[in-house]
């Protein structure tokens, strides 16, 4: 096959599926913003002339700089969060909004329009619950240093403690579908709702993937919302809450190994001084490191028992996740059906 040919087929595979998405699916868009006002117009333009039938919320959370009437200028519909933070934001437009596909994206201007496509392509031909548009060259241009800097941190951390599913936990451009919307329970408050996206996707093994998409600098005017210190004790706080919740016997037998490394060292001398004399001269020191083993037994006890409860914790979810429909009531196409016809489109397209 011919390179121009091979670009034909390739352009032909592409319109088509951009054809059965738009007509079979319902896309929702949503973009939450907090003083966008520079570029939220261009976000919300850009969005509709990729997906012109797909609809596009903006959720304003208390902006002062005239970014809600910007955004509807624009052609967005335009609703307010007034609880300050964006995990209370995307908490609200997952409840109210409904949809087959979604796509979330900042109002920065940083994500670019013209990618929601293959992030829909690839939650439709892989069958995904979220794709994760991960940042490249974030680490080159965060915005800050400090930034930068924690973006790695963080991720090697949850590596570390929830698996290997995902590599950049922290971008805001994703594609999800309606079951994973619908089951997921949203409790952060701020910035750290990406992270709780993530651990909710590797708790339940839901099909995650995720694909490099760059990452653009933000315009003149328009700048960061994250502190790096404030912002940064936030996420490690809720990654130690989510371990907690989500693998309660590392967490607490992390805590119980501690706690008898403690009663270890001051048990030692203690012990040892008894065998030579027969005597246990420091009363204080031996009662301190058998309270200290207490502790231990206590929370290792705990971490078992809480570890039973988080496993039936996460059946129910699973439950509750297999239990809703793959499309919303609107739309009467299922999504299986969509997959057969695309790809039986495709199918007579390359025999053409």
Same mark, same amino acid.
């Given at each position: ?173 994703? +594609? &999800? ?6 089951? =997921?329970? /949203?409790? #952060?408050?701020? !910035? ?5 996206? @993530? ?50 016997? +590392? &967490? ?6 501690? =706690?008898? /490394?403690? #009663?270890?060292? !001051? ?5 040892? @001084? ?79």
């Amino acid at each position: 096959m011919s390179d121009t040919s091979a670009g034909d087929h390739a352009s032909a595979h592409a319109g088509i599926l951009a054809g059965s998405i738009s007509g079979d699916l319902s896309i929702a868009v949503l973009i939450p913003c907090y003083n966008e006002a520079s570029t939220i117009s261009d976000v919300v333009n850009g969005f509709r002339e990729v997906l012109p039938t797909a609809r596009v919320y903006v959720y304003d959370n208390n902006s002062t700089d005239g970014t809600a009437l910007k955004a509807m200028l624009a052609g967005a519909e335009v609703m307010r969060e007034r609880r300050q933070g964006k995990g209370h934001v995307v908490r609200r437009m997952f409840a109210d909004i409904e949809a087959d596909l979604y796509i979330m994206a900042d109002g920065d201007g940083t994500y670019s329009p013209k990618d929601a496509e293959e992030l829909i392509r690839i939650l439709l031909t892989e069958r995904a619950d979220m794709v994760v548009g991960t940042r490249r060259g974030v680490h080159a241009d965060a915005g800050r240093q400090g930034h930068a800097a924690g973006n790695r941190l963080f991720n090697i951390l949850y590596r570390a403690i929830f698996g290997r599913d995902f590599t950049d936990i922290f971008s805001g451009y994703r +594609a &999800f579908s309606r079951r994973f919307v619908k089951s =997921f329970p /949203a409790v #952060s408050g701020g !910035f750290e709702i990406e992270t709780e996206m @993530s651990v909710h996707a590797s708790r339940l093994k839901l099909p995650v993937t995720e694909i490099e998409l760059d990452y653009g600098r933000r315009p003149e005017g328009s700048h960061s919302k994250l502190s790096t210190y404030r912002d940064g004790g936030k996420i490690l706080w809720m990654f130690a809450m989510l371990m907690k919740e989500t693998r309660p016997f +590392a &967490f607490f037998g992390a805590i119980s190994s501690v =706690f008898m /490394a403690m #009663s270890l060292i !001051f048990m030692t001398p203690v012990l040892i @001084s008894y065998f030579e004399t027969g005597l246990v001269e420091r009363m204080p020191t031996w009662v301190f490191s058998l309270v200290l083993m207490v502790l231990s037994s206590l929370m290792f006890t705990a971490g078992l028992i809480l570890d039973s409860v988080s496993r039936a914790r996460a059946e129910q979810l699973r439950i509750h996740y297999m239990s809703l429909p793959l499309q919303s009531r609107t739309n009467s196409t299922p999504i299986n059906e969509t997959f057969v016809e695309t790809s039986a489109q495709r199918g007579g397209k390359s025999a053409a």
